[in-house]
Structure formats: structure tokens, C-alpha cells
């Protein structure tokens, strides 16, 4: 069964400084690999995807991912956070074989202070 | 772009109530699924279906049941409401064909009483 852990529960970060949130998966093949981000009370907006192919992936909001399939990681990173980055993050693994149901992380908060 | 349409927004019921959740999956998507995000949660799978036809189940209890309709939106229906299925119910839809991306809508939130 896929699994997802993000080690980080709760993470505070400067404004303008960068930010790397972590996400460490299982599952038995290459797995379609996400980062949604939602604000307090809101929906999940996705930021990034990574289905195959360059393992480097630009997102939304100048945020970035690394498939990294031999440590089983799919980092998000962002060079310089600004104040409304402050939000929940949530990884999620999803099933490449079909259609199939997404298994979410704990999710990161992330605090972006003055 | 058309996104997954969730209704209603907000939905307030006392315990042992029932209620009805819609999801409008976006135009041509034939997969919708339904999550449950409890306060402070990760959202957890509920059901899904594609066609018409349930594909999967997660940890939905026996009270709730859902089915999608031949315009292929779909309904959670909630009933013998507790106190614990206060949460976000998050609805996303898919087409099958092109992988599985899933395409989340707002959220209803239920506030049960």
C-alpha cells in the first residue's frame, strides 16, 4: 500500500528567506506525486506535479519539486518565501497503473514571520 | 477554465440528521472522489466512482453512501449524523484516460451539532 510521510508538522520560516518541505513516500512502482497547499478554512490548490520525465518540477507561486526516486523523496522548495506563503502543504501520492485514490501526507504548517 | 463545483458551501445539522453533498465534476470528466478532511487532518478517501460505477472505497462508514448519476455528478449522502463527521468533504473529479490527475473542488463544510 502507498504511504506518504512529512516529517516537518509545523515549520517557521522568514519572510524572503527560502523554505524546503519534505515529503518521503512508498509505493511499489514510480507513483504520480503532488503538492497542494491550502490556506485556512480553503480548498487545496495544487501547486506542482510530477507524473514522469525531468525530475525537477516548477510549480505555481515560484515554488519547485525534486523527484529523487533512490531516497524516495519529492522535496518542495522555494528560494525566497513571501507572507501569504504561510499556509498548510500536503504531499499526496496517487497510483499511476489507473484511476485510484489519493493518499495524503500529515501536511507541514508553515509560519512566515516578519 | 470550469472547475469542480461543490454544494452547498456550508451545511449545518443537528446530530441524527441526514444531509446531501453535490459535486459537479468539471465538463468530460468521467471519475469523482470524494475525501473527508477532519479538523486539523489530512483529507482521508472516501469513495470513488468512475462511469457511473463505485471504483474504490476508503474508510467511509456504513451511515453515508454515494453514487454518481448519469450526468456524472455526484452525491454523498450522509445520514444518522455524529458529532465526529464534522469535517471538509472535498470532492475532486479525473479523466480516467489522461492519468490520474485529480481536480479538487472548495469543500463543503458540515458542521453537525
Known amino acids: 500500500a502507498q504511504s506518504v510521510t512529512q516529517p516537518d508538522i509545523h515549520i517557521t520560516v522568514s519572510e524572503g528567506a527560502s523554505l524546503e518541505l519534505r515529503c518521503n513516500y512508498s509505493?511499489?512502482?514510480?507513483?504520480?506525486l503532488f503538492w497542494y497547499v491550502q490556506s485556512p478554512g480553503q480548498g487545496l490548490q495544487l501547486l506542482l506535479k510530477?507524473?514522469?520525465?525531468?525530475?525537477l518540477v516548477q510549480g505555481i507561486k515560484g515554488f519547485e519539486a525534486e523527484f529523487k526516486r533512490s531516497q524516495s523523496s519529492f522535496n518542495l522548495r522555494k528560494p525566497s518565501v513571501h507572507w501569504s506563503d504561510a499556509a498548510e502543504y500536503f504531499c499526496?501520492?496517487?497510483?499511476?497503473?489507473?484511476?485510484?485514490?489519493?493518499?495524503f501526507g500529515a501536511g507541514t504548517q508553515v509560519v512566515v514571520t516578519p | 477554465a470550469a472547475g469542480v463545483i461543490q454544494s452547498p458551501r456550508h451545511l449545518i445539522k443537528e446530530k441524527r440528521e441526514t444531509a446531501t453533498l453535490k459535486c459537479y465534476p468539471i465538463?468530460?470528466?468521467?471519475?469523482v472522489y470524494w475525501y473527508q478532511q477532519g479538523p486539523g487532518q489530512d483529507p482521508q478517501f472516501l469513495i470513488s466512482?468512475?462511469?457511473?460505477?463505485?471504483?474504490d472505497k476508503g474508510s467511509i462508514p456504513d451511515r453515508f453512501s454515494a453514487q454518481q448519476f448519469s450526468d456524472y455528478h455526484s452525491e454523498l449522502n450522509m445520514s444518522s449524523l455524529e458529532l465526529g463527521d464534522s469535517a471538509l468533504y472535498f470532492c475532486a473529479s479525473s479523466l480516467a484516460m489522461t492519468g490520474n490527475e485529480q481536480f479538487f473542488g472548495p469543500g463543503t463544510r458540515l458542521t453537525v451539532l
Open positions: 510530477y507524473f514522469s520525465g525531468d525530475t
Open positions: 465538463p468530460r470528466h468521467d471519475t
Open positions: 499526496a501520492v496517487g497510483k499511476t497503473d489507473s484511476w485510484g485514490k489519493f493518499q
Open positions: 509505493y511499489g512502482a514510480t507513483p504520480y
Open positions: 466512482f468512475y462511469e457511473k460505477m463505485q471504483s
